[in-house]
């Protein structure tokens, strides 16, 4: 794996397909939300299930945290 940040590509369309993925990762969320539904994501290499309950008071703590 290629620890290197893939915003400071010299490529603009791969140094911005880090703000899609940010994208498509939230809206996947918010369906999920909508849905009650859960969806699975990679935290620390391990896959873990995520419930609509667990998005929600994420998006809660993160409501929460100052904002730079």
Request: no cysteine.
């Amino acid at each position: 794996m290629n620890p290197k940040d893939i915003r400071t590509s010299n490529d603009p369309d791969l140094a911005g397909s880090f703000a899609a993925i940010q994208r498509a990762a939230r809206s996947a969320q918010d369906l999920a939300i909508r849905t009650n539904t859960s969806i699975v994501v990679s935290l620390d290499g391990k896959d873990v299930e995520l419930t609509a309950a667990d998005l929600i008071k994420m998006r809660e703590k993160e409501s929460r945290q100052p904002h730079h």
